[in-house]
C-alpha cells in the first residue's frame, strides 16, 4: 500500500544512514530505531517498485506518453491498440473515480504480495521441522497453515489475476453479449458466498464468464 518513489527515495536515505552510523545510534534514545534498519532500507526499496506501478512520485504522475489525447476541453479519446508503458496511465488524474481504480488496485496488489510472503514463510517453517526433524509440526502446523491459506486467499489471489487478465471490453462470443466492466463479477460476492451459499452465485446479479444470464445453457 506504500507506494511513492519520492517517498521511496527519502526512506531509502532515512534508513541508509540508519545502517551506516547504526553503531553511533545505538548508543543514543534513538537505538528502538537503529534495531529496524534493514526493514526501513528494504521497505524503500519496495515502496520504489511500487510506485513505479502506481506510476507515482509526490503524488504527480510521470507521463511517458498517455494512451489517451485530448478531444476537447474536457472530454479525452483513447488512442487505439495502445497500451501505457508502465504503470498508471497519468490520465487517470483527471477522472473521476481515480481514488477508487488507484485504491482497488493498491489493495488487490497487496494481498497477492501478501499471500506470496506468508506462504514463504510457512515453507521456511515447513523445512526446518523437516531439518530438525520436528514431524508432528510439519503435519500439525505447516499443512494445516498452507491448506488454510492457499484455499482462501490463494483462491482470492487466483480471483483476482483471472479478473485482470479477462478482456472485459471485447464480445462474448460463447454468450452472445458484449462484456464490459461493469459486468465483472465482485470478488467481495464470490468470497462471501463461498460460505453463505457454498460457493453458488446467482446468474441474475454476477455475470459468470462463458456464460448466458439470459436464461440459455453455458
Known sequence: MYGDMGHGICLFFVSSMLVLFSDQIKKTSMRDIADVRYILWMMSFFAVFCGVCYNDFVSIPFDAGSCYTRAGPIAIRRDSDCVYAIGFDPVWVLSTN???????????????????????????????????????????????????????????????????????????????????????????????????????????STWIVGSDTSGGSP
Not at 510457512?122 to 526446518?128: G, L, P, R, S
Not at 466492466?181 to 458466498?193: D, E, F, L, R, Y
Request: aromatic share 14%; net charge neutral.
Open 98 to 204: 481515480e481514488l477508487t481504480f488507484s485504491n482497488s488496485l493498491k489493495m488487490k496488489t497487496s494481498v497477492i504480495f501478501g499471500v506470496v510472503q506468508m506462504s514463504l514463510g510457512i515453507f521456511m517453517k515447513a523445512f526446518n521441522a523437516l531439518y530438525f526433524r520436528r514431524y508432528i509440526d510439519f503435519i500439525f502446523e505447516f499443512l494445516p497453515q498452507i491448506i488454510l491459506l492457499w484455499a482462501l486467499f490463494g483462491w482470492m489471489d487466483l480471483l483476482i489475476i483471472v479478473k485482470w487478465l479477462t478482456p472485459w471490453e471485447v464480445p462474448c462470443q460463447q454468450a452472445g453479449h458484449r462484456l464490459d466492466s461493469s459486468q465483472a463479477p465482485s470478488i467481495i460476492t464470490i468470497m462471501i458466498a463461498m460460505f453463505l451459499k457454498g460457493g453458488a452465485i446467482d446468474p441474475t
